[in-house]
């Protein structure tokens, strides 16, 4: 019958202490659970080099504040240092200052608030052997941009050379004007169907008479 009674103060305790499942914290309304599973998503997700490390930041930040209000409001909730230990263990992983205190400051949680577990002890290992500021990871550095082929080189132009002095027929020839007719050619220009079109023929030119 003790047996029963101290069982039944033990549920009800770990009731009062542990977050409901239907409770929700931080801006993005987390349960205790969604915290847990998101923190190792993210950590699997930035591994596998699915996110960069600013896009894990500001996630992991999200989920850090949810498990600071989760914390404030169930200080003895039996999932806060496995989830802490996990959250500082990530931020380990990203780059930067910023992502290292954040570390050391869960690591301290843990450490302080429930020293007797094993996930203090590691928080304490890790502390001791500190945590260093790591730098951006190679993969998540922008890739250089494919150089772009050298232009080639401008095929010079040699100019034409100047033709003889020419006459402008003003003449029609079906409905175009005749032009540089001296130089053997004609450009016929007229209208035909929608669009302007361009003709050329060849003319032979008589030779010049020469006076007697």
Not at 26 to 51: C, D, F, P, V, W
Not at 186 to 207: E, H, M, Q
Request: proline letters at 10%; a positive charge.
């Amino acid at each position: 019958m003790r047996s029963l009674i101290a069982l039944g103060l033990t549920l009800a305790q770990a009731a009062m202490t542990s977050a409901p499942g239907d409770r929700y914290f931080g801006k993005l309304k987390m349960s205790a659970l969604r915290i847990r599973y998101e923190t190792m998503q993210l950590k699997k997700r930035y591994e596998n080099h699915e996110l960069l490390p600013d896009q894990t930041m500001h996630l992991v930040l999200l989920t850090d504040d949810a498990f600071r209000q989760w914390a404030q409001q169930y200080p003895k909730d039996a999932w806060l240092p496995s989830t802490g230990y996990a959250l500082a263990h990530l931020y380990e992983e990203l780059p930067g200052s910023q992502a290292r205190d954040r570390a050391v400051t869960i690591l301290i949680y843990v450490t302080s608030h429930f020293p007797r577990t094993p996930y203090a002890a590691r928080s304490r290992d890790q502390l001791h052997r500190g945590v260093a500021v790591k730098p951006n990871p190679a993969w998540a550095h922008p890739s250089p941009q494919a150089s772009s082929p050298a232009p080639a080189s401008p095929v010079p132009v040699v100019p034409s050379p100047s033709p003889s002095p020419y006459w402008v027929s003003t003449g029609s020839f079906e409905g175009g004007s005749c032009r540089n007719a001296d130089v053997g050619y004609f450009a016929l220009i007229g209208t035909k169907g929608r669009g302007p079109f361009v003709k050329s023929k060849t003319l032979s030119i008589p030779p010049a008479r020469t006076s007697v």
